[in-house]
């Protein structure tokens, strides 16, 4: 019975996993971000930029190489942190991986974060209602 219980509660939180991403996209498409918004990198190692949609990446971008440089400016009392991070990316006009900074501005995809961050939360709400749930009703099973 309690192997059971463990099954469903595993599979209604990949159900909820999979609903919750697919709204994320509905909203996207909705906003007009999926298919209208391109993430802009300059190459730092040549002269060619790069441009790629929403719409065309997919999780394996999130895992691109990276690195990040901050550098702090300190005049008088006053600091300013900038923060960089170049992505490692394939140049077809040099056929070679470069470096390539990306030269979107915050406010560009401000929004994009936000929603980001709402279904993010959203998710997380979810599986930690369903885990609470779960482990109340296996408690009382157990006891």
Same mark, same amino acid.
Request: hydrophobic letters at 50%; one cysteine or more.
């Given at each position: 019975?309690?192997?059971?219980? +463990? /099954?469903i509660a595993v599979l209604?939180?990949?159900? /909820?996993?999979?609903?919750?991403?697919?709204?994320?996209?509905?909203?996207?498409?909705?906003?007009?971000?999926?298919?209208?918004?391109?993430?802009?990198?300059?190459? #730092?190692?040549?002269?060619?930029? *790069?441009?790629?949609? *929403?719409?065309?990446?997919?999780?394996?971008?999130?895992?691109?190489?990276?690195?990040?440089?901050?550098?702090? #400016?300190? /005049?008088?009392?006053?600091?300013?942190?900038?923060?960089? #991070?170049?992505?490692?990316?394939?140049?077809?006009?040099?056929?070679?991986?470069?470096? !390539?900074?990306?030269?979107?501005?915050?406010?560009?995809?401000?929004?994009?974060?936000?929603?980001?961050?709402?279904? *993010? #939360?959203?998710? !997380? /709400?979810?599986?930690?209602?369903? !885990?609470?749930?779960?482990?109340?009703?296996?408690?009382? +099973?157990? *006891?």
């Amino acid at each position: 019975m309690l192997f059971i219980f +463990i /099954a469903i509660a595993v599979l209604l939180v990949i159900t /909820a996993v999979l609903v919750i991403m697919k709204k994320y996209k509905k909203e996207l498409i909705a906003q007009n971000w999926y298919d209208e918004f391109q993430y802009e990198f300059q190459s #730092v190692d040549c002269p060619h930029a *790069l441009h790629f949609k *929403l719409a065309e990446t997919d999780w394996k971008f999130a895992f691109t190489p990276k690195k990040e440089k901050n550098f702090t #400016v300190r /005049a008088g009392p006053f600091a300013k942190t900038t923060h960089q #991070v170049h992505y490692r990316f394939y140049c077809k006009e040099c056929e070679r991986k470069c470096w !390539f900074e990306q030269t979107n501005s915050v406010q560009d995809h401000k929004g994009l974060f936000t929603l980001r961050l709402k279904y *993010l #939360v959203i998710g !997380f /709400a979810t599986i930690m209602l369903l !885990f609470i749930i779960s482990m109340n009703i296996i408690f009382r +099973i157990i *006891l």
